[in-house]
């Protein structure tokens, strides 16, 4: 431990803010510890003469030193003006919307005492910048499950006694050490004015003679921020900004590049486990997949509550950035404050991944996807000694294409692993890594044998799945889903062959989910001017070209919760699935008979097993051809066979 100073100046410029002003002065004088603060307050003649009042009431009762500016100088010049009363001592600058807590001077002045060369050092608070928690670079509210005080708490034991560099410090709360104050000069009030941009100038110059900055990550101080600037802060901000990059080429870049690295990220993430950790929960599921929208986000979402209602608490491991995968994956409980640090590289994280699982009480993992994961993941429940189970939402456990569909747009007859590869090698791009079909296979054939349950919302996946891994302990198993009226008979019925009929396509359609075949239809649609509009309920590869054909209506992106009433909404007779991969749910097709459609589909995979098994709407064979299929509607409509069965 350094040898600490026993007085330090705190110094707390004020312009106006009462309420917050008054919170800041009474925290620092009931703080406890053992550097003792001396609290000098310069009044920067402020507007609110109660406040000036009331500083004058607690300098004459001894409590305050009280600097009273003859006309308003700024920031820059206030400061320097508190900062030149304790000529031997080290300074606190802290704005008077901050709010701190017992021991955060000892372990501010701890920080800055570490080393010889350090100049200054800044706390953890939830609006500073790079020094912001929980989100990092954030102006953040302040977590709702912890008070200020017991947060700063977990900060101390968290994170004790640690640091890290940083380009500059944050002037919201800026502990200088006195020779670093005295070596490199006052703030320039003459360049930067009212504020802003004072701080980080003067830590450039400091750098340049050897001194060195950092985030004390043991201290947590609350900060409101902009009391004092109100509306003007962002012209300020601009203005200094230029200036600084003038005067210090590099400051920006070493900024930026700090935020590139998050050097913090660590120090952050400690702080989000001992929240997590500071109360009991049911036994942890961990959950790994892909972070994309779409089907599985929907089954995720579903089951947390299932496993919730079942007394588990459930977390979620995905790719830190979905839409930019990296080696980056992000740990996310659901149901737990908002605590968005727990991300880790790997390689080099996994040791801290691993900890942090056991440390939340992880008893078990369902994997539901290694799209976009690092290989490192799927090696976690044997690394843990958990037992484990996978849900399958797509092909990817033995077809690189996820879909099944080859380079003809149709799905493969899913011949032997080298005529597999051969398809693979003809060049057209994959949606996951390029990764041999003989090392897939063998890779899904050791995870899909260790797994307690191989779970496949539909017969068809399943029996796909067991012809694939035949060792694997393989179960169907539709996904739970809320009650819903049985959707009537379409109301066309019977068609008198003119009357024009709109149908329903739901959610967002691309090529594997029949985008060319709804192009091709709409088109032949158009050519022979037949009574057939569709209308989408979502939005397609290319709404564009659907509707230069002027038979296609796009309603765009809806809210999760809102399909059922979009689709409504459109005035269509009957829906359309046309999935031209084996799809193993289709949660559209439930939307469809939610909004009362009755829907025909290729006669494929878990659409053509559902339309089968509940009768509500019909079959058809699976043809990329828009006419073709257009003429069996045609002939549906004009003489709708049983219900559930296929059109020949």
Same mark, same amino acid.
């Given at each position: ?44 003649? %402020?507007?609110?003469?109660? &406040? @000036? !009042?009331?500083?004058? *009431?607690?300098?004459?009762? #001894?409590?305050? +030193?009280?600097?009273? $500016? ?32 017992? %021991?955060?001077?000892?372990? &501010? @002045? !701890?920080?800055?005492? *570490?080393?010889?060369?350090? #100049?200054?050092? +800044?706390?953890?608070? $939830? ?23 017991a947060l700063d708490r977990l900060f101390a034991a968290a994170n004790a006694g640690r640091s890290i560099d940083m380009p500059t410090a944050v002037g919201f709360c800026m502990y200088i050490r006195r020779d670093c104050l005295t070596d ?240 693979i090698d003809v060049g057209v791009p994959l949606e996951t890594a390029a990764r041999p079909v003989a090392e897939l296979l063998a890779r899904s054939t050791r995870l899909l044998g260790a797994a307690g349950r191989v779970m496949a919302p ?191």
């Open positions: 431990m350094p040898e600490l100073p026993e007085i330090v100046d705190v110094v707390v410029p004020v312009y106006k803010g009462l309420a917050e002003t008054r919170a800041c002065l009474q925290a620092i004088l009931a703080a406890t510890g053992t550097v003792r603060p001396r609290l000098v307050v310069v009044s920067d003649h %402020g507007p609110d003469q109660t &406040l @000036a !009042a009331w500083l004058r *009431a607690m300098a004459a009762a #001894g409590r305050i +030193t009280l600097l009273e $500016n003859a006309s308003n100088l700024g920031f820059p010049a206030t400061a320097n003006r508190g900062m030149a009363q304790g000529p031997d001592r080290d300074v606190v600058l802290v704005n008077s919307d901050a709010l701190v807590f017992d %021991g955060w001077l000892d372990r &501010l @002045a !701890a920080a800055a005492h *570490a080393a010889p060369d350090i #100049g200054t050092a +800044t706390p953890f608070s $939830n609006n500073a910048t790079i020094c912001s928690y929980p989100a990092f670079n954030a102006d953040n509210p302040l977590p709702g499950d912890i008070a200020p005080a490199t000069g006052d703030f320039d009030a003459a360049a930067f004015g009212r504020g802003y941009g004072e701080e980080n100038d003067f830590c450039r110059r400091s750098a340049h003679r050897g001194w060195r900055h950092v985030l004390a990550a043991d201290v947590f101080v609350v900060h409101a921020g902009g009391v004092s600037f109100g509306a003007s802060k962002e012209a300020a901000l601009a203005r200094n900004l230029d200036l600084l990059a003038t005067r210090h080429p590099g400051y920006l870049p070493l900024v930026h590049d700090f935020i590139r690295r998050d050097p913090a990220l660590p120090l952050r993430r400690a702080v989000d486990m001992a929240r997590l950790t500071r109360h009991g929960r049911g036994p942890l599921l961990l959950r790994l997949c892909h972070g994309k929208d779409g089907g599985t986000a929907r089954r995720l979402a579903d089951e947390a509550a299932e496993l919730a209602a079942a007394g588990y608490a459930t977390a979620l491991l995905a790719p830190a950035a979905p839409d930019a995968p990296d080696n980056r994956v992000r740990l996310t409980l659901d149901g737990a404050p908002g605590t968005p640090n727990l991300v880790y590289a790997l390689p080099q994280e996994l040791p801290a991944l691993r900890a942090d699982l056991k440390a939340l009480g992880t008893a078990g993992c369902i994997c539901h996807h290694f799209l976009d994961l690092p290989d490192e993941i799927l090696d976690l429940p044997a690394a843990l000694g958990l037992p484990y189970e996978v849900r399958v939402h797509d092909y990817a456990w033995f077809c690189p294409r996820i879909t099944l569909l080859d380079d003809t747009g149709l799905p493969c007859p899913e011949p032997d692993p080298a005529a597999c590869q051969r398809c539909s017969w068809d996946a399943a029996g796909r799945m067991a012809r694939h891994f035949p060792t694997a302990r393989i179960e169907a198993a539709p996904h739970p889903e809320p009650a819903f009226a049985p959707p009537p008979v379409p109301s066309l019925f019977p068609w008198n062959g003119t009357t024009p009929v709109r149908l329903a396509l739901i959610g967002a359609i691309g090529r594997h989910k029949g985008y060319d075949v709804l192009l091709a239809m709409a088109r032949d649609a158009a050519r022979r001017e037949l009574p057939l509009s569709f209308a989408v309920a979502g939005f397609t590869l290319d709404d564009y070209a659907l509707f230069a054909t002027g038979r296609v209506f796009v309603t765009g992106r809806y809210d999760e919760g809102e399909a059922t009433s979009v689709v409504r909404e459109l005035g269509c007779q009957a829906a359309l699935c046309l999935s031209v991969w084996p799809e193993t749910w289709c949660y559209t097709l439930t939307e469809a008979w939610r909004a009362g459609l009755w829907t025909i589909g290729f006669d494929l995979g878990a659409v053509a097993e559902r339309i089968a098994a509940t009768g509500y709407g019909w079959r058809v064979p699976l043809t990329l051809d828009g006419r073709a299929v257009n003429n069996r509607l045609l002939a549906l409509f004009a003489n709708p066979p049983a219900p559930g069965s296929v059109l020949a």
